[in-house]
DNA sequence: ATGAAAGCGCTAACAA
DNA sequence: TTGTTAGCGCTTTCAT
C-alpha cells in the first residue's frame, strides 16, 4: 500500500495525497476527507524510509550512555524518551560503556544512521584531556550535541546541567554547621561531574578554616554494582584508625555502602555517624534510616534538554547552556 | 557524497560500488581494491534511509518496555541493545508505560517506522484477557515479536522466560524445610509471570499440607519506587496481629521494604524472620544483610532472545519457547 | 566482471 | 486548488 494506491482509490495526485499526509493547507476541505478516508479505510501508513530519503531526517534522534542498567542514567534515558516522543521524534538507543573507542563507534554508527542529533547522557562523555573530546567536536560538525550533565564549549554543542559544586558545598556546610567535624569524601568518579563535587566539598572546608586532608578524600575503585565493595572499603579504612563522624557522597551507592558499614559496625547513624548520598535515586530509601541526598532535578534536566534541542532543530536559537541548582533532600540519616 | 561520488572517482559504476559496499564476491580484487581505497579516503557512508528504501528494512528493532527507568527493565534493555549492536542491529526504544492504549499506540509508531522486530520487554505486555492481547497478535502479523518473560501462543511470536513458578516454589519449600511455619507472601503484579509466582508459592505450602490463608498472600498496591510505602505496609499487617517469620516476596524492592520494616521494629533478621526477594538486583545487596534472592538469569534470557531473533530474520527455523530455570541465590537474610 | 537502468515511496518545485 | 515530474541514494536485474 503505496502513496500511488491511495491516489488512484481517491481519484487524486500523489501530491494531494502527500499534501493531505503533511497537513499543507492548500487542501479543498472534502478533497482532503476524501483521501483521509480511504487512507483509514486502508490502514496505510507513509514509508519512513522513503520520507526520510527525500526530507533527510527520519525524526530520530540517538542517545549515548555509557550503561542504560545504571540506575541514573536509566532514569535520564526514561524522561527523555517520554520527551521526545511527544515532541514527534524517535529515540535510539546506543549503551557505549565507558572506554573512548568505543564511543567514537557508537557515534559515527548514529551519525551513519543520519539521526537528528545526538544526546549524550551522563558527566562521563567530557574527558579532561582535548584530545579524547575531539569526538564531541566532530559529531557536532554534522548535527546539534545534546550534553546531559556535562560542560563543553563548542559551537552546535548544547549542555544542560546541575550545579554540583554548589549542591556538595552546600551540603557540606551544612555539616560543618551541625558541628560534625570529620567529614569523609567518598567518590567514585573524576569526570569533569565527579571533579566539580569533589572541588565543592574542598570548597566548603576552606570556607570553614579547615585544612583539607588527603586521607578524608577516598576515591572507591569499584564499580557501582559493588555495594559490598564499599562497605568493606569504609571498613577498612575505620579499622585502620581513621576517625570520620561525618560521610558526604558523590554517588547513593556509595552512601548505601557506607550505611551497611555503620550497620555492621554497630555506629548509630544519624547519631555517631551522619551520610549523604547523591541523586536522591531509590537507593536513599533503602536502608533504614533512609539517607539524606542530593537532587539533582534530573527530571527538570531533562525536560529542559529535550525542549532546547527541539528548539534548535526548529531553527531557533537557543542557550548553550542551561544550568539548575541542585537540593538537599533531608532524611534520617542527618540530623540538620 | 554519495555512491555516484565514489563511481566517477574510482571510474566504475555505480552497481560496481554497491557490489563492493555489500561484498558481492563479483569483483575483481583489483577493482575492489581501487573502490575500497577511495571509500575509505574520502570517508563515505552510504545512507542508510536509501538503503533502508531499497531493502525495506534498516536493521533496526523496536524495543517496548514499560519502564525504562525500573531496575530489572534497565538491565534488560542493556543487554539487548548490546547483543543486538554486535550483530548489527540498532535499538529503537520506546518507554509505554503500564496502560494498554499507550503500548498499541507505541507498537504502532514502531511499526510503521518499518523496524524489522518488535522486542516486549517485561512480563506485563502479556495480560489475562485475549482482548487485551489482540495487538500482539496484529503486530506479529508484520514483524516478529519476541516476549521476554512472558508466554504467549501465537504463530511470529517468541518467547524466552524464566520458570518463574519453580523458582518460587523452591524457595518457599527450602523456607519449609527450614522450619519456617508462617509464610508471608508479598506480591505486586498479577501478570502472567506474577500470577506463576503466587501459584508456586501456593503449591509449595501445598505440598507441605499446609493450607492457603488469604492473609499471608499480600499484593502491594504502591509503585515500585516506593519502598517507604512496603515497609509501611508489612508494618500494618504486623501491628494488625499477623504472625509470620519467613516473607518470600516478587520483587526485591518488597524484600528491601520488609526488611526495612523488620529494622524498624528491630525484628532480628534472619534469626527471627527470613526474607527472600525475586531478580537478584543490586537491591539485594542495599541491606545488611544482604537479601537471599531469586536470579532469574536475565542476561542469558536476553541473550537467548537476541540469538532467536536475528535467527528468525534470517529465515532460520527457531524456538517459539525457551525456558530457563531461575536459581536462588543465599545471603543473609535466610538461614538456609 | 562490469555497466545501464528500473525501481523503492515519498517530497517539493513548478506548472496549470 | 491540483497535477506533473524530478529527484533523494541505493539495490538489483538484465545485458554485455
Do not use: W
Not at 491511495?6 to 476527507?33: D, M
Not at 549542555?159 to 569524601?185: F, P, R, S, V
Not at 572541588?199 to 586521607?215: C, S, V, Y
Not at 555495594?227 to 557522597?249: A, M, N, Q, S
Amino acid at each position: 500500500m503505496t502513496i500511488y494506491d491511495i491516489s488512484k482509490k481517491a481519484g487524486v495526485s500523489i501530491a494531494t495525497v502527500s499534501r493531505v499526509l503533511n497537513g499543507s493547507s492548500n487542501v479543498k476541505p472534502r478533497t482532503r476527507k476524501k483521501v483521509l478516508d480511504i487512507i483509514e479505510q486502508c490502514g496505510y501508513k507513509p514509508n519512513a524510509f522513503a520520507r526520510g530519503l527525500g526530507l533527510n531526517s527520519m525524526k530520530t534522534v540517538g542517545i549515548l550512555c555509557a550503561d542504560a542498567s545504571d540506575l541514573y542514567l536509566a532514569k535520564a534515558i526514561y524522561y527523555i524518551e517520554q520527551n521526545l516522543r511527544e515532541n514527534g521524534y524517535n529515540s535510539v538507543l546506543c549503551c557505549t560503556g565507558y572506554e573512548i573507542p568505543s564511543r567514537k563507534k557508537c557515534l559515527n554508527l548514529l551519525l551513519s544512521q543520519h539521526v537528528d542529533s545526538v544526546i549524550m547522557v551522563g558527566s562521563n562523555f567530557i574527558m579532561n584531556n582535548a584530545e579524547d573530546n575531539k569526538y564531541v567536536i566532530e559529531g557536532a560538525a554534522s548535527v546539534p550535541i545534546m550534553l546531559l550533565n556535562a560542560d563543553f564549549d563548542c559551537p552546535n554543542v548544547y549542555c544542560t546541567l546541575c550545579d554540583d559544586y554548589k549542591a556538595t558545598q552546600d551540603a557540606t556546610e551544612c555539616m560543618l554547621d551541625a558541628g560534625i567535624k570529620n567529614i569523609l569524601y567518598l567518590y567514585n568518579s573524576t569526570t569533569y561531574s565527579g571533579l566539580k563535587k569533589l572541588a565543592g566539598f574542598q570548597n566548603a572546608l576552606l570556607t570553614h578554616d579547615i585544612p583539607l586532608r588527603k586521607e578524608y578524600q577516598q576515591c572507591f575503585p569499584g564499580s557501582r554494582e559493588d555495594i559490598d565493595g564499599v562497605r568493606d572499603f569504609v571498613d577498612k579504612l575505620y579499622k585502620e584508625g581513621l576517625k570520620f563522624d561525618g560521610i558526604v557522597t558523590s554517588e547513593d551507592f556509595l552512601a548505601i555502602g557506607a550505611m551497611n558499614f555503620a550497620k555492621a559496625n554497630k555506629i548509630d547513624v544519624p547519631g555517631k555517624l551522619q551520610i549523604v548520598g547523591y541523586n536522591n535515586s531509590i537507593l536513599a530509601h533503602c536502608s533504614e534510616p533512609n539517607i539524606s541526598s542530593i537532587d539533582n532535578r534530573l527530571e527538570d534536566m531533562c525536560i529542559q534538554l529535550v525542549k532546547t534541542l527541539i528548539g534548535t532543530l526548529n531553527q531557533n536559537e537557543m542557550p548553550q547552556k542551561t544550568i539548575f541548582s541542585g537540593e538537599l533532600i533531608k532524611r534520617g540519616s542527618t540530623n540538620f
